[in-house]
Each structure stands twice: as C-alpha cells, then as structure tokens.
C-alpha cells in the first residue's frame, strides 16, 4: 500500500536534522515539549508579522493540547474504574483454557506473574502459589528486602508472597499481545466516517457518498470542502472496468464537490470533475506513473501511483485536530481487536511529530514503530530524527520506507514480463533501479533499517539486487524487510533467506486478491506468489500484518487468512481445501508471525513478543482458544481483553 501525505514540513519542536537517538526510557516531559506553533498546523493560514491576532493554528494549538490532556483523562479514568492491581497472576482453569507464551522453551504455561509493567514468572498454578503465595489467604503483596524462601528479585526491589489470582474461564486463551507489522494508522482513521469497503458498484459508492453528506451539514452546506476517502475496487463492479469522474458527476449532490477517493490498495485515485479541474494543465505522461485517458485523450479522472502526486499537491493537508481525531479512532479500534504493537509502513515527517508529541503527553496506549517516508527521489536520510525506546518503549523510528511499484489489482505491479490479462503492460517502477540502489546503499550506510514496498516479481528483484550489493561488506545486521513480498520468481524466493531478508506478509492479500491474481499473472508465474511456505523453507524469516486500512484491522482475520487460505465464506478459487493449500501457515507460524516475529522485525524481541519472564507484560485474552478451535470459529472469537504494560486498556478480567 502507497500512501501519500503532502508536506514534509516537521511540526515545531522537532529536529529534522538530527540523526542522534533519543536514549530509552527517557521520554520528554510535557512541560518540555515545545508548543504547536503558527503555520506549522496550517501552512495555508496568512500572517503578517507584529500583527497582534489570535490566529488559526494558535486555536488548533490550544484545542489539540485540552483533547490530548482529554484523552489522557478519559484513558486514566476506564483503566482505574476496572484497574489490575500492582502484583497479580493470571491462570488457567480447568482443562479448557491456556496460556501460548510463544516462548519456545516453554510454549504453554498455567500461570504468567505479572509485576507492575513486566511478567517475573510463570509455572504451574501449584508452583506460582508455593513461591508467591495468594493473597486471598496470605494477604497483599509488600515490598522489602530479599527474602529468598518467599521473594522473586526485581532489581532492587522484591516482592513478598501474597498475589491476587485472575483465572481465564473455560475455553479462554491467552497471549502475547498482538502485533501488526504492516498498517498505516492515522490513514484507518481517517476512512472510519466514509468507508467505501466492499462496495459493489458505481452506484453503490455515490449513495455510500451521499448519505455521509447529508449527515455532515458544515459539508452539505459548502461544496467547496474536499471529500476524501478510500475503498473502492473496480473488480468488484460490474464489468471490472475503472469508474471515471463522470460517475460522480450523476448525482445532483456530488455535482461541483471535489472528491478523491483512493482505491482500496492506495495506488490510485479516482477523482470528480471539479477535483480535476482544480488539478490545472495537466502532462502527458507521468515517470513511475499513469494517467487514464480516454479514446479522445481526455483525462478519465483515474490516476495511478506516482500520477496521484498532482492531487496530493492540490488537496489539503490534514490538520493536527484531525490527526488526533484520526488516532484516537485507530486506538480505539486496535485495543479491541487486542493489538498492542502497530508498525506504521509510511510515516510521513509531521506524522512522526505528531506521533511523538502524543507519546510527549503519556497519550500513547500501544507501542508504535514507525517506518519514516519521504516522497522524493533525492537522498532525505538527513530530514529524519531517530528514536530508540522513546517513551518508555512505546515509540521508534529506525526504519525508513521506499515505494517501488505498484499494486497488482490496479496492473501496477512491476512485472518482468507482460500481465496475462494486459498484453504490453508490465506495470510501474515508482522509482528508477539506481535511485533504488542509491537509496538503499545510503540509508545502510547511515544506520537505517530499509523496509521497502515490493509487489511485482521486477520489483522485488530489482531490490534484492540493491540489498545483495549493499550488504557484500555490511556488518550492522539491520534485518532489513521486504513489505509484501507478494510475486517472486522462484530463483528470489531462495535470495531473500540467502541473504537473511524480512519477508513481511499480509495474508487478507492473499483472499482478497485470489479471484483475480491468477487472470493476472498466469498458471506459471502465480506459483510464486504470496508463496508463505515456499519463503519459510529457503529461510527467510517472515512476519504478518494487514496493512489497514486496505484491509481489516482485526489481527484474527490475518491469523484465519493465513492457515486457512479461504475467504470469510470459506471458499477458494481451489475449493474448501484453500487457494494453493500448501502455502498455508500452521497456527504456530501465523501466531509467531504476528507476536514474536513481529517484535524481532521491530528490534523488540527482548521486550515484547512473547510471555517470557522479564519481558514487558503485553497480553491479549480471548475468548476461544484460536490454536485449537475449528477454523471457522476463529472469525466469531472475542477479545476479553487487552492489557499493556500491565495495565488494562480494553476489556476486563
């Protein structure tokens, strides 16, 4: 997924030239935190100098600072009303629950201990109440001195018998929290109003448009107001053509409104009349991108990746309200599905700020790594701060993010040889081979993990061809990724373990792609594609996510996606058995993926990812056992709840 966000400009406060991490555990405090300033939340705001007025962005300043101190006192509130005390056990009942560490020392334990922020311990029910005690009958926790008949260490500290015992009901399980490798988190957000998803015609989208319209009166009542969103898919329509912007011309209400509306993958735009006429003269060709025309030349009002820049310079940006609105959103959204952990695949500079000035304010529920993007073909690794363990290891920055291609189901993907169902087209290269190369050498050099966007079986060549000659003499082991990781030819498929590269996979791309990927690729090329189990067994490490809003943000349909290789009917263009069954997952893989593979893909398998005493103590429980129930089942499971840091943000127990 490509997403765009104009303005590279930083928020106030921040250094975009800093290259010096910010050291964990130290997070700024937010009486340190420099202020939200003029033109920084709204670059199109006019200003005079001396004039003596209270402007627009010092508004925006002063009401994202009361909804951040809002948020945070909202958070405080639910947790206290239903809060887990400082030192407590969590265990299973009966015979029908359990408790997945994906430890592989110890894969499924009775009890997890939990102190403050981090697990000390786990065993039996038997063990756990012999060395800590309960303290229905013993009494609450203390601290003192060590004692070692009746304490477990904790650095300086100790903590005497006497726990408070939290038991899972019959056929609850429990985990790690959950990880999303591969999602864009204020973009969720933003789409949540108007959500074009699974419309199934032209017709379907305009009404989908109207009624959110009539529901917004400052909309209704102002045409000139951009109407953004995403979903759309053209092979859901009649016919699988592309709509044009004529299309949004047929309803009265849409009529002079400048809308743009991305396709469900991010890699095109559909716009209306008035956003095109806005867009001014336009080229007639794009490098690394493409304009729809019809048989007279005319532009159709479809765009296609690097094309959607034109409107991205145009459109509005997003102001820090909204963002905040976006995140809380998302947040809200995670902590039910049981997500504790979000990689953010594009990260654009004044989302970096902005992430960090919630972090700033303690307002970060779930831990974020953030992959830094920049669209720009010239060098950028000096614009970008980095953050190692930021408040509290809740924020990172380390990675950066490229864009190569396209996406398949808008025949953008780079393709070595012609799309079977588009004779002379192999889609795009967003960038060119040696500002690939260039890139990549550059930001190795400079210390970044490279994370970078590959479809097509040309584009992940072309970059396993920058990675195999950036690494010959590199000794810093960045675990460097590629995000999709989608259509290999089966000779790269054995380079990415050779050379010790991150397969980062989303298997909801797998369903909602497999009524159409083999028209597209073929009977032979589609053998290496979305090819999980061929990539594990040439060694390469892989590492799931969902890569929302494209897809669903609940972390289970990835989990059903990627053992079942069925849609949510359980049906496959290959029948009940699955789409190419042999590349499914087994359960174990799909959970690692998404706990301890992602935290390792994030340089954070010493904190999270597994229920391992020491480690942070991130949990999800359910209310299935998803390791055991039928595979339909795992659609209808529930998240009971989500604890981070030991701390329960959703649910109860």
């Given at each position: 997924?490509?997403?765009?966000?104009?303005?590279?400009?930083?928020?106030?406060?921040?250094?975009?030239?800093?290259?010096?991490?910010?050291?964990?555990?130290?997070?700024?405090?937010?009486?340190?935190?420099?202020?939200?300033?003029?033109?920084?939340?709204?670059?199109?705001?006019?200003?005079?100098?001396?004039?003596?007025?209270?402007?627009?962005?010092?508004?925006?300043?002063?009401?994202?600072?009361?909804?951040?101190?809002?948020?945070?006192?909202?958070?405080?509130?639910?947790?206290?009303?239903?809060?887990?005390?400082?030192?407590?056990?969590?265990?299973?009942?009966?015979?029908?629950?359990?408790?997945?560490?994906?430890?592989?020392?110890?894969?499924?334990?009775?009890?997890?201990?939990?102190?403050?922020?981090?697990?000390?311990?786990?065993?039996?029910?038997?063990?756990?109440?012999?060395?800590?005690?309960?303290?229905?009958?013993?009494?609450?926790?203390?601290?003192?001195?060590?004692?070692?008949?009746?304490?477990?260490?904790?650095?300086?500290?100790?903590?005497?018998?006497?726990?408070?015992?939290?038991?899972?009901?019959?056929?609850?399980?429990?985990?790690?929290?959950?990880?999303?490798?591969?999602?864009?988190?204020?973009?969720?957000?933003?789409?949540?109003?108007?959500?074009?998803?699974?419309?199934?015609?032209?017709?379907?989208?305009?009404?989908?448009?109207?009624?959110?319209?009539?529901?917004?009166?400052?909309?209704?009542?102002?045409?000139?107001?951009?109407?953004?969103?995403?979903?759309?898919?053209?092979?859901?329509?009649?016919?699988?053509?592309?709509?044009?912007?004529?299309?949004?011309?047929?309803?009265?209400?849409?009529?002079?409104?400048?809308?743009?509306?991305?396709?469900?993958?991010?890699?095109?735009?559909?716009i209306s009349p008035r956003a095109l006429e806005l867009l001014g003269d336009l080229p007639d060709q794009v490098d690394g991108g493409l304009i729809v025309?019809?048989?007279?030349?005319?532009?159709?009002?479809?765009?296609?990746?690097?094309?959607?820049?034109?409107?991205?310079?145009?459109?509005?940006?997003?102001?820090?309200?909204?963002?905040?609105?976006?995140?809380?959103?998302?947040?809200?959204?995670?902590?039910?599905?049981?997500?504790?952990?979000?990689?953010?695949?594009?990260?654009?500079?004044?989302?970096?700020?902005?992430?960090?000035?919630?972090?700033?304010?303690?307002?970060?529920?779930?831990?974020?790594?953030?992959?830094?993007?920049?669209?720009?073909?010239?060098?950028?690794?000096?614009?970008?701060?980095?953050?190692?363990?930021?408040?509290?290891?809740?924020?990172?920055?380390?990675?950066?993010?490229?864009?190569?291609?396209?996406?398949?189901?808008?025949?953008?993907?780079?393709?070595?040889?012609?799309?079977?169902?588009?004779?002379?087209?192999?889609?795009?290269?967003?960038?060119?081979?040696?500002?690939?190369?260039?890139?990549?050498?550059?930001?190795?050099?400079?210390?970044?993990?490279?994370?970078?966007?590959?479809?097509?079986?040309?584009?992940?060549?072309?970059?396993?061809?920058?990675?195999?000659?950036?690494?010959?003499?590199?000794?810093?082991?960045?675990?460097?990724?590629?995000?999709?990781?989608?259509?290999?030819?089966?000779?790269?498929?054995?380079?990415?373990?050779?050379?010790?590269?991150?397969?980062?996979?989303?298997?909801?791309?797998?369903?909602?792609?497999?009524?159409?990927?083999?028209?597209?690729?073929?009977?032979?090329?589609?053998?290496?594609?979305?090819?999980?189990?061929?990539?594990?067994?040439?060694?390469?490490?892989?590492?799931?996510?969902?890569?929302?809003?494209?897809?669903?943000?609940?972390?289970?349909?990835?989990?059903?996606?990627?053992?079942?290789?069925?849609?949510?009917?359980?049906?496959?263009?290959?029948?009940?058995?699955?789409?190419?069954?042999?590349?499914?997952?087994?359960?174990?893989?799909?959970?690692?993926?998404?706990?301890?593979?992602?935290?390792?893909?994030?340089?954070?398998?010493?904190?999270?990812?597994?229920?391992?005493?020491?480690?942070?103590?991130?949990?999800?429980?359910?209310?299935?056992?998803?390791?055991?129930?039928?595979?339909?089942?795992?659609?209808?499971?529930?998240?009971?709840?989500?604890?981070?840091?030991?701390?329960?943000?959703?649910?109860?127990?």
């Amino acid at each position: 997924m490509s997403l765009r966000r104009r303005g590279n400009a930083t928020m106030p406060g921040s250094n975009p030239s800093s290259k010096t991490p910010v050291d964990a555990g130290t997070p700024a405090a937010a009486d340190k935190t420099t202020p939200l300033t003029k033109a920084k939340i709204d670059k199109r705001e006019s200003y005079s100098p001396g004039k003596r007025y209270i402007s627009r962005s010092r508004i925006q300043t002063v009401l994202c600072g009361l909804a951040i101190a809002l948020v945070v006192a909202l958070s405080q509130r639910s947790r206290s009303s239903n809060s887990l005390p400082e030192s407590w056990a969590l265990c299973t009942k009966g015979h029908n629950s359990a408790i997945y560490t994906v430890d592989p020392t110890n894969p499924t334990v009775e009890c997890v201990v939990v102190h403050q922020k981090s697990i000390v311990d786990w065993g039996t029910k038997e063990y756990v109440k012999k060395t800590w005690g309960d303290r229905d009958t013993i009494g609450p926790p203390l601290l003192g001195k060590r004692d070692a008949q009746k304490t477990f260490s904790l650095g300086e500290e100790v903590v005497k018998k006497g726990l408070k015992f939290k038991y899972l009901k019959e056929g609850e399980a429990a985990f790690p929290g959950f990880a999303d490798a591969h999602a864009h988190i204020l973009d969720y957000g933003a789409t949540r109003e108007l959500n074009l998803d699974g419309s199934s015609s032209v017709e379907e989208v305009r009404e989908r448009i109207r009624h959110y319209i009539q529901s917004k009166p400052e909309i209704l009542n102002d045409t000139t107001v951009w109407i953004q969103t995403s979903g759309w898919d053209q092979n859901r329509f009649p016919g699988g053509n592309y709509p044009s912007a004529a299309d949004l011309e047929a309803d009265e209400l849409l009529r002079g409104r400048p809308i743009v509306l991305a396709r469900v993958d991010y890699h095109a735009y559909w716009i209306s009349p008035r956003a095109l006429e806005l867009l001014g003269d336009l080229p007639d060709q794009v490098d690394g991108g493409l304009i729809v025309r019809d048989a007279d030349g005319k532009p159709t009002g479809i765009f296609v990746d690097k094309a959607m820049d034109m409107i991205e310079k145009a459109k509005p940006e997003r102001t820090t309200l909204e963002m905040l609105s976006h995140f809380n959103t998302t947040m809200h959204d995670a902590l039910r599905h049981g997500l504790t952990s979000i990689h953010d695949a594009a990260a654009y500079l004044p989302s970096i700020d902005f992430f960090k000035l919630i972090a700033d304010r303690g307002a970060l529920p779930i831990r974020l790594n953030l992959m830094a993007h920049v669209d720009s073909d010239d060098y950028w690794g000096g614009q970008l701060e980095r953050l190692e363990g930021y408040a509290d290891h809740r924020l990172n920055v380390r990675s950066v993010k490229l864009f190569t291609d396209g996406a398949l189901g808008s025949w953008g993907a780079a393709l070595l040889e012609d799309y079977s169902d588009q004779p002379n087209n192999k889609g795009l290269m967003r960038m060119s081979d040696e500002t690939i190369q260039e890139h990549v050498r550059r930001f190795i050099e400079d210390g970044w993990q490279v994370n970078v966007h590959c479809i097509g079986d040309r584009a992940n060549k072309v970059v396993l061809d920058a990675f195999e000659k950036a690494l010959a003499n590199d000794t810093q082991k960045l675990r460097h990724r590629l995000e999709h990781a989608q259509i290999l030819t089966q000779d790269d498929i054995k380079r990415v373990g050779r050379l010790g590269i991150i397969a980062s996979v989303q298997p909801t791309h797998c369903t909602s792609d497999m009524s159409y990927a083999e028209t597209r690729l073929g009977p032979e090329r589609i053998k290496g594609a979305y090819a999980w189990q061929s990539l594990i067994r040439n060694g390469a490490y892989l590492v799931t996510g969902s890569d929302f809003p494209v897809e669903g943000i609940n972390p289970l349909l990835g989990f059903y996606a990627a053992v079942t290789r069925l849609d949510l009917n359980g049906e496959s263009p290959h029948g009940p058995g699955g789409w190419f069954p042999d590349e499914r997952l087994t359960r174990e893989q799909a959970l690692h993926g998404m706990t301890l593979g992602a935290a390792y893909a994030g340089y954070q398998e010493d904190i999270i990812g597994s229920l391992t005493p020491g480690k942070r103590a991130d949990l999800v429980v359910l209310d299935k056992d998803i390791m055991q129930v039928p595979p339909a089942e795992i659609l209808n499971t529930k998240v009971k709840a989500t604890i981070v840091d030991g701390k329960l943000f959703y649910g109860k127990l």
